[in-house]
């Protein structure tokens, strides 16, 4: 243990030289500020900069600029979820759901500001148990198979079903359709096209972020139409920036599970900071004392959520840093940028660049802390926004949704994607059917697939694998729970309302 | 806001964002672009990146990466097909793009005549590892196992149809063998597939490099023709008397490029290989720099494409 | 206002879904040579969301579904369809300004110069943040060839 202080201590003494807490400045600012404007997240953020960083001068700086632009994007993306139900970053999808509702009352303020609280503690610890537990931890990611990972997903895709505060059936349906959509495009087993209608456009897949602007940010800028055909502001008051004493006593355990659910989520590959998100929120749901607040502006419904992604896009450099396996888009882009600079990210890398990883971890202690500095102040400044009178925000909102869309993968097609999405989040705004669950399953609908048909093969065809392997197993028998026992609350309430 | 102070403001920012119209001269006159049809971060990303700075140098204008990805490099390919033939849009080609020609997918454009072909610039090199408890020291014992108990082990690639796929397919027709194919997500999910033993061994390219270095994983067999200079102790497919397949990566324009546009590009891009940067690059991706002009690259294009058909129809056969 | 109830509109939406992605997923084959084919999760998923939406269709409305839909949505949505449409050969600064000053000018009544210069302020700041700072190359003029 006392050497893995020394370590760290010899980490710190490499990130405090000027031009290395510059980098990790500048990596935070550009991290915020790509986080808060919709459709461009870190991955395309990052691929953009990686050129500007051959000529780095070293390439511990350019690794911390390039990670702090990762967690910091996890900071920004929450801001336009909140104002404006624009989700930032996929990761934020969540807290679009308690978010923005809490800012329809005037409470924008307290939300952003405990994104902000949240995200740093979850940081700050994500980065301890990077710093002391790490490498152990990372065998556990390796241990999750095929059947691991398909139990997982459908506990994910369980709990999508409880999103939505109405009727679990509208719950059920959404998700079930967010699966269909998310399977379109050429099935990366096979190579066969898959439910694209004949559509060359369509072989990529729908793109997630321009369907999540759409179905949620273009949506809700139609039903406000629909509401105020006038030059109504989003929401009329501001109110208070800092949250209450009682949304502290509420937050305060949210946060804590957050970063735990958050840190052993994200070891895992795939949508680690999305699937402990929806975890997270599903968690607090349930221990709340009033669930029945969750969709209608509850503090812990920001705060769990908002620490999990930040935790999980900390503990997903745990397996890159220990075992150089990038585990999502994000460590793919960095692995590339260590590539670059030299440095083979591997096993080998704690004995041959020790430097690199004890400095790049020191150095997140410090972005967390600049962030939380940055972050806190831009609150005031981030609910002036909603000032801004509706028929100048739509429009706006638009044209940046589109831009931002171009920009992921210079596509128009994508941009098509983003419109049609917003009619139709429009439609089920329209008929209160919550989006969330469609968009959580969209992006769970991969893993199941892959994980459901790798299985399948390694078990010779039967299903008996997925119960004789102990994790695997104990996930699914959770996930047969909360589906159980989602019917059962649901059916008692409803014999007690006919009664 | 005051319309005719937004105005002037208005044609302020479009004046800034507006790009210098550039006087007339040789080609290159203004920028390259050239599309990757991967996601950033992959080994075709980083290597034709390390390659575009070296080019630039060449040619005297910048060379843009525009990663264009999505449907196994079919998105790309056919925007990159759509393009001018100016010489100001140009391309990488991987060995998947035309991979899906031979298993029979209807591609919006012809996989080997849309396209005019620049210089080639390096294999990717795959190779069959398992971990270092297996009790396989040779490719030929792997092979037996797979004879003796067929379908009881199991590998990893990172796709069907890929080039590592049809690599192992190959060897299973013709050595009679069989093993259970478990496609993963592309090559990065190979390794923790292996180290995780969810799978037995993989075919992938260089994802298992650092692992061997570390001495977790063993390489049982290159794909290259010849023994790769990194690992002169593991025999190559070739050497071992099997057919493989290689996987190409080279630089191409759409069709119908004016012949001196093409040629400057060729020069450009075969002067580079010998840059220190891209060499490196290549080294710790475990890729093979090979040199080749423009119109071999389509012969070997055509020749590979047709082997990989066979390939396919053989497995089709099979019932494989 | 097109008088509908919204909530059975959704329900067949998702149930046509269903149908049209479960005929797609039977062609392309469940189980094949003894192993699980592409078909094999979307046929499950969509069979269970037709279940799904036959249900749906028939439930009692909420009480927070919108009666129907407005005619200003509807023209938005056109608006947002025409945007979308123009942009690949329009670039994006002429489509943008044209879109934007009809979002102020239809649906918000703001006198004609001043969506003019509202909406060339918010593109051509959105252009150079995108082009300028971000270096996406995002094709701001029609493509002249």
Same mark, same amino acid.
């Given at each position: 243990?006392?050497?893995?202080?020394d370590?760290?201590?010899?980490?710190?003494?490499?990130?405090?030289?000027?031009?290395?807490?510059?980098?990790?400045?500048?990596?935070?600012?550009v991290?915020?500020?790509?986080?808060?404007?919709?459709?461009?997240?870190?991955?395309?953020?990052?691929?953009?900069?990686?050129?500007?960083?051959?000529?780095?001068?070293?390439?511990?700086?350019?690794?911390?600029?390039?990670?702090?632009?990762?967690?910091?994007?996890?900071?920004?993306?929450?801001?336009?979820?909140?104002?404006?139900?624009?989700?930032?970053?996929?990761?934020?999808?969540?807290?679009?759901?308690?978010?923005?509702?809490?800012?329809?009352?005037?409470?924008?303020?307290?939300?952003?500001?405990?994104?902000?609280?949240?995200?740093?503690?979850?940081?700050?610890?994500?980065?301890?148990?990077?710093?002391?537990?790490?490498?152990?931890?990372?065998?556990?990611?390796?241990?999750?198979?095929?059947?691991?990972?398909?139990?997982?997903?459908?506990?994910?895709?369980?709990?999508?079903?409880?999103?939505?505060?109405?009727?679990?059936?509208?719950g059920?349906?959404?998700?079930?359709?967010?699966?269909?959509?998310?399977?379109?495009?050429?099935?990366?087993?096979t190579?066969?096209?898959?439910?694209?209608?004949?559509?060359?456009?369509?072989?990529?897949?729908?793109?997630?972020?321009?369907?999540?602007?759409?179905?949620?940010?273009?949506?809700?800028?139609?039903?406000?139409?629909?509401?105020?055909a006038?030059?109504?502001?989003?929401?009329?008051?501001?109110?208070?920036?800092?949250p209450?004493?009682?949304?502290?006593?509420?937050?305060?355990?949210?946060?804590?599970?957050?970063?735990?659910?958050?840190?052993?989520?994200?070891?895992?590959?795939?949508?680690?900071?999305?699937?402990?998100?929806?975890?997270?929120?599903?968690?607090?749901?349930?221990?709340?004392?009033h669930?029945?607040?969750?969709?209608k502006?509850?503090?812990?419904?920001?705060?769990?959520?908002?620490?999990?992604?930040?935790?999980?896009?900390?503990?997903?450099?745990?397996p890159?840093?220990?075992?150089?396996?990038?585990?999502?888009?994000?460590?793919?882009?960095?692995?590339?940028?260590?590539?670059?600079?030299?440095?083979?990210?591997?096993?080998?890398?704690?004995?041959?660049h020790?430097?690199i990883f004890?400095?790049?971890?020191?150095?997140?202690?410090?972005?967390?802390?600049?962030?939380?500095?940055?972050?806190?102040?831009?609150?005031?400044l981030?609910?002036?926004?909603?000032?801004?009178?509706?028929?100048?925000?739509?429009?706006?909102?638009?044209?940046?949704?589109?831009?931002?869309?171009?920009?992921?993968?210079?596509?128009?097609?994508?941009?098509?994607?983003?419109?049609?999405?917003?009619?139709?989040?429009?439609?089920?705004?329209?008929?209160?059917?919550?989006?969330?669950p469609?968009?959580?399953a969209?992006?769970?609908?991969?893993?199941?697939?892959?994980?459901?048909?790798?299985?399948?093969?390694?078990?010779?065809?039967?299903?008996?694998?997925?119960?004789?392997?102990?994790?695997?197993?104990?996930?699914?028998?959770?996930?047969?729970?909360?589906?159980?026992?989602?019917?059962?609350?649901?059916?008692?309430?409803?014999?007690?309302?006919?009664a | 806001?005051?319309?005719?102070?937004?105005?002037?403001?208005a044609?302020a920012?479009?004046?800034?964002?507006?790009? @210098? %119209?550039?006087?007339? #001269?040789?080609?290159?006159?203004?920028p390259?672009? !050239?599309?990757?049809?991967? /996601?950033?971060? $992959?080994?075709?990303?980083?290597?034709?990146?390390?390659?575009?700075?070296?080019?630039?140098?060449?040619?005297?204008?910048?060379?843009?990466v525009?990663?264009?990805?999505?449907?196994?490099?079919?998105?790309?390919?056919?925007?990159?097909?759509?393009?001018?033939?100016d010489?100001?849009?140009?391309?990488?080609?991987?060995?998947?793009?035309?991979?899906?020609?031979?298993?029979g997918?209807?591609?919006p454009?012809?996989?080997?005549?849309?396209?005019?072909?620049?210089?080639?610039?390096?294999?990717?090199?795959?190779?069959? @590892? %398992?971990?270092?408890? #297996?009790?396989?020291?040779?490719?030929a014992?792997? !092979?037996?196992?797979?004879? /003796?108990?067929? $379908?009881?082990?199991?590998?990893?690639?990172?796709?069907?149809?890929?080039?590592?796929?049809?690599?192992?397919?190959?060897?299973?027709?013709?050595?009679?063998?069989?093993?259970?194919?478990?496609?993963?997500?592309?090559?990065?999910?190979?390794?923790?597939?292996?180290?995780?033993?969810?799978?037995?061994?993989?075919?992938?390219?260089?994802?298992?490099?650092?692992?061997?270095?570390?001495?977790?994983?063993?390489?049982?067999?290159?794909?290259?023709?010849?023994?790769?200079?990194?690992?002169?102790?593991?025999?190559?497919?070739?050497?071992?008397?099997?057919?493989?397949?290689?996987?190409?990566?080279?630089?191409?324009?759409?069709?119908?490029?004016?012949?001196?546009?093409?040629?400057?590009?060729?020069?450009?891009?075969?002067?580079?290989?010998?840059?220190?940067?891209?060499?490196?690059?290549m080294?710790?991706?475990?890729?093979?720099?090979?040199?080749?002009?423009?119109?071999?690259?389509?012969?070997?294009?055509?020749?590979?494409?047709?082997?990989?058909?066979?390939?396919?129809?053989?497995?089709?056969?099979?019932g494989? | 206002?097109?008088?509908?109830?919204?909530?059975?509109?959704a329900?067949?939406?998702?149930?046509?879904?269903?149908?049209?992605?479960?005929?797609?997923s039977?062609?392309?084959?469940?189980?094949?040579?003894?192993?699980?084919?592409p078909?094999?999760?979307?046929?499950?998923?969509?069979?269970?969301?037709?279940?799904?939406?036959?249900?749906l269709?028939?439930?009692?409305?909420?009480?927070?579904?919108?009666?129907?839909?407005?005619?200003?949505?509807?023209?938005?949505?056109?608006?947002?369809?025409?945007?979308?449409?123009?942009?690949?050969?329009?670039?994006?600064?002429?489509?943008?300004?044209?879109?934007?000053?009809?979002?102020?000018?239809?649906?918000?009544?703001?006198?004609?110069?001043?969506?003019?210069?509202?909406?060339?302020?918010v593109?051509?700041?959105?252009?150079?943040?995108?082009?300028?700072?971000?270096?996406?190359?995002?094709?701001?003029?029609?493509?002249?060839?």
């Amino acid at each position: 243990m006392t050497s893995a202080i020394d370590l760290l201590m010899y980490g710190f003494s490499l990130a405090i030289r000027p031009e290395n807490l510059m980098y990790a400045f500048i990596g935070s600012v550009v991290g915020t500020f790509v986080g808060v404007l919709p459709g461009l997240g870190p991955v395309a953020t990052i691929a953009i900069l990686l050129p500007l960083t051959y000529q780095a001068g070293s390439p511990l700086g350019a690794i911390i600029m390039l990670s702090a632009i990762y967690y910091g994007a996890m900071y920004g993306g929450s801001t336009t979820s909140i104002l404006m139900r624009l989700p930032g970053e996929a990761a934020s999808v969540i807290t679009c759901l308690d978010g923005y509702e809490m800012a329809k009352q005037g409470r924008a303020g307290p939300a952003l500001a405990i994104a902000a609280i949240g995200s740093f503690v979850a940081g700050t610890l994500a980065i301890i148990g990077l710093s002391f537990v790490g490498p152990a931890f990372a065998r556990f990611a390796v241990d999750f198979g095929p059947p691991e990972m398909f139990a997982l997903a459908l506990l994910g895709v369980a709990l999508c079903a409880s999103l939505s505060g109405g009727p679990p059936l509208r719950g059920i349906a959404m998700a079930l359709a967010g699966i269909l959509l998310g399977l379109v495009g050429v099935d990366t087993m096979t190579g066969v096209e898959r439910l694209t209608m004949g559509s060359f456009n369509l072989t990529g897949g729908i793109e997630l972020v321009p369907m999540l602007m759409g179905l949620f940010g273009l949506g809700e800028v139609l039903h406000n139409v629909a509401v105020r055909a006038g030059a109504v502001p989003l929401t009329t008051k501001i109110g208070k920036l800092m949250p209450t004493r009682s949304d502290w006593r509420e937050s305060a355990p949210a946060i804590g599970r957050g970063s735990l659910i958050g840190f052993l989520i994200g070891l895992l590959p795939g949508g680690g900071a999305i699937l402990g998100a929806l975890i997270s929120y599903a968690v607090e749901k349930k221990v709340s004392a009033h669930p029945e607040r969750f969709g209608k502006g509850a503090i812990a419904g920001v705060a769990g959520p908002e620490s999990a992604n930040n935790a999980a896009a900390t503990s997903s450099f745990v397996p890159l840093l220990t075992l150089g396996l990038p585990g999502n888009a994000v460590t793919a882009v960095l692995f590339a940028g260590l590539m670059i600079q030299n440095i083979q990210p591997g096993p080998l890398m704690l004995v041959q660049h020790a430097d690199i990883f004890w400095g790049v971890i020191a150095s997140m202690y410090l972005g967390n802390l600049m962030l939380l500095v940055l972050n806190l102040p831009l609150v005031g400044l981030w609910v002036q926004l909603l000032r801004v009178p509706f028929w100048l925000l739509a429009p706006a909102i638009v044209m940046i949704a589109v831009f931002g869309t171009y920009s992921l993968r210079n596509n128009w097609f994508d941009v098509g994607v983003l419109l049609v999405s917003g009619g139709v989040g429009y439609l089920f705004r329209a008929a209160a059917y919550e989006a969330a669950p469609l968009a959580m399953a969209f992006i769970l609908a991969d893993i199941l697939d892959t994980s459901l048909r790798q299985a399948l093969l390694m078990g010779d065809g039967g299903a008996s694998i997925f119960f004789t392997r102990p994790l695997s197993g104990t996930v699914l028998a959770v996930a047969a729970t909360v589906v159980a026992v989602q019917l059962y609350s649901y059916g008692r309430r409803r014999r007690r309302q006919g009664a | 806001m005051k319309p005719r102070i937004a105005l002037f403001a208005a044609a302020a920012a479009f004046a800034a964002a507006f790009a @210098a %119209v550039p006087a007339h #001269a040789q080609f290159p006159e203004r920028p390259i672009t !050239l599309i990757v049809p991967w /996601a950033p971060g $992959g080994s075709t990303d980083v290597s034709s990146r390390a390659l575009a700075k070296a080019a630039e140098g060449a040619l005297g204008q910048p060379v843009v990466v525009v990663n264009k990805p999505g449907a196994s490099t079919t998105i790309g390919m056919a925007d990159l097909a759509r393009a001018k033939p100016d010489g100001y849009t140009i391309g990488t080609l991987s060995s998947s793009s035309y991979m899906l020609k031979a298993q029979g997918r209807d591609l919006p454009y012809d996989a080997v005549e849309a396209f005019t072909y620049v210089s080639y610039y390096g294999d990717n090199l795959i190779g069959i @590892a %398992v971990l270092n408890e #297996a009790p396989w020291k040779k490719l030929a014992d792997l !092979l037996a196992e797979g004879k /003796a108990q067929p $379908g009881k082990f199991k590998f990893g690639t990172a796709g069907v149809g890929s080039t590592q796929h049809l690599t192992l397919e190959a060897l299973m027709l013709a050595t009679g063998s069989k093993f259970v194919h478990i496609p993963q997500q592309g090559s990065a999910g190979s390794m923790p597939a292996l180290l995780g033993k969810h799978v037995d061994f993989i075919s992938e390219v260089s994802v298992w490099a650092p692992f061997v270095a570390q001495g977790q994983a063993r390489l049982l067999a290159v794909s290259t023709p010849k023994r790769a200079d990194a690992y002169p102790d593991v025999p190559s497919l070739g050497e071992l008397g099997f057919d493989s397949l290689r996987s190409v990566q080279a630089i191409i324009g759409p069709a119908g490029m004016p012949e001196p546009v093409r040629q400057r590009l060729e020069a450009a891009f075969r002067k580079s290989l010998a840059d220190e940067g891209f060499r490196n690059t290549m080294k710790k991706l475990s890729m093979e720099i090979v040199d080749l002009p423009g119109p071999e690259v389509k012969k070997l294009v055509q020749g590979e494409l047709q082997r990989a058909t066979g390939l396919v129809q053989r497995m089709k056969a099979t019932g494989g | 206002m097109l008088t509908l109830r919204t909530g059975r509109l959704a329900a067949w939406v998702l149930g046509a879904l269903a149908l049209v992605f479960c005929a797609a997923s039977w062609k392309l084959g469940y189980w094949i040579k003894g192993a699980p084919g592409p078909g094999l999760l979307p046929l499950g998923t969509s069979l269970l969301l037709a279940v799904c939406a036959a249900f749906l269709v028939r439930a009692p409305g909420l009480p927070d579904e919108d009666p129907g839909f407005g005619k200003a949505p509807l023209m938005a949505f056109a608006l947002l369809c025409a945007y979308g449409l123009s942009l690949p050969w329009g670039g994006v600064v002429l489509p943008s300004v044209v879109f934007g000053t009809l979002w102020m000018r239809l649906l918000h009544k703001r006198p004609v110069l001043a969506s003019i210069a509202v909406s060339a302020l918010v593109s051509g700041v959105g252009a150079m943040l995108f082009k300028g700072m971000l270096r996406i190359p995002l094709p701001l003029w029609p493509a002249i060839s």
